[in-house]
């Protein structure tokens, strides 16, 4: 099946999600369809039943844009080694301290 001037990989790469505003515009228009769903579900189902199947559609939309939005993240430069986090000090305990000439413990600070 010949596309013509359009080939089947060039074909496949229009409908990927390459940025996080494409992402963003995928996410609205889900939400939008979510909306109009649960609209239709208040309708059928009348009370407490249709609120429930309202709020399930649009909750919906929450983890599928999580996903999405997981799935563009940025990724690293080639021949960049990744950011690390500094260690995280505790002011809770004592840090451990050079032992001193004559004290039994390392975090004693007496002298004998």
């Known amino acids: 099946m010949a596309m013509g ?7 496949k790469r229009l409908f990927k999600i390459k940025t996080r ?4 515009l995928v996410i609205y228009a889900i939400a939008l369809g979510a909306v109009e769903r649960g609209r ?5 189902y009348p009370g407490w039943s249709g609120w429930m199947l309202a ?12 996903k999405l939005l997981d799935a563009v993240r940025p990724e690293p430069v080639a021949g960049r080694a990744p ?8 002011r809770n305990r004592p840090r451990s301290r050079p032992l001193r000439s004559g004290s039994k413990s390392a975090i004693s600070l007496h002298k004998d």
């Not at 001037?5 to 074909?11: E, G, P």
């Not at 239709?40 to 059928?44: A, K, N, R, S, V």
């Not at 709020?55 to 999580?66: L, Y």
Request: a positive charge.
């Open 55 to 66: 709020c399930a559609c649009t909750g919906v939309v929450f983890v599928g844009g999580a």
């Open 21 to 24: 505003f494409e992402a963003f």
């Open 40 to 44: 239709h579900y208040l309708e059928i």
């Open 5 to 11: 001037f359009l080939s089947k990989s060039r074909f």
């Open 83 to 90: 950011l690390r986090r500094a260690r995280h000090v505790s």
